[in-house]
């Protein structure tokens, strides 16, 4: 069996960031070098704050990546995620801050990040953002998340 890699967060008490600006994500070596393949996180109880009125605002993230040489620790995107919930930004800082902090500290072949976001004043946003066109011969499945149908 191979060494584990060091990580700041797995195995430890950790306290939850006070700001995404404050939390630090953990990288660790992508156990599958030289192979192309999708990892994907869902987030299905997304928190953050509206920026106006201060009152919560709900998603279902979907973030897919492409590893390079590094892979995101789960636990640590755990509490970055969880930074939000005391954040306000609008829904599309959010969503594209989220994909672009990723994207420009893992430097995965390829990222991209879908916000699915619950209604608020009646209208659902929905926040989409990639790092460029998927590497050639990547398989990449649906998102999964149907559009915002209210009760019918």
Not at 19 to 45: C, I, M, W
Not at 125 to 139: A, H, R, T, Y
Request: proline residues 11%; hydrophobic residues 35%.
């Amino acid at each position: 069996m191979s060494e584990q890699p060091k990580t700041a967060f797995l195995g430890q008490q950790s306290d939850l960031p006070s700001s995404p600006e404050d939390a630090n994500l953990d990288y660790v070596p992508n156990p599958r070098p030289g192979t192309l393949y999708v990892a994907r996180f869902a987030v299905p109880e997304f928190t953050s704050l509206c920026p106006v009125t201060g009152q919560p605002d709900f998603a279902h993230l979907v973030i897919d990546y492409a590893p390079d040489a590094t892979i995101v620790e789960s636990k640590s995107l755990k509490l970055f995620l969880g930074s939000f919930r005391n954040h306000a930004a609008f829904h599309e800082d959010c969503t594209v801050g989220i994909g672009q902090r990723l994207f420009d500290e893992m430097k995965p072949h390829w990222l991209r990040i879908g916000g699915y976001w619950y209604p608020r004043g009646g209208i659902p946003i929905d926040v989409f953002w990639q790092s460029g066109e998927p590497p050639k011969g990547l398989w990449l499945p649906d998102q999964g998340v149907a559009p915002y149908r209210g009760r019918g």
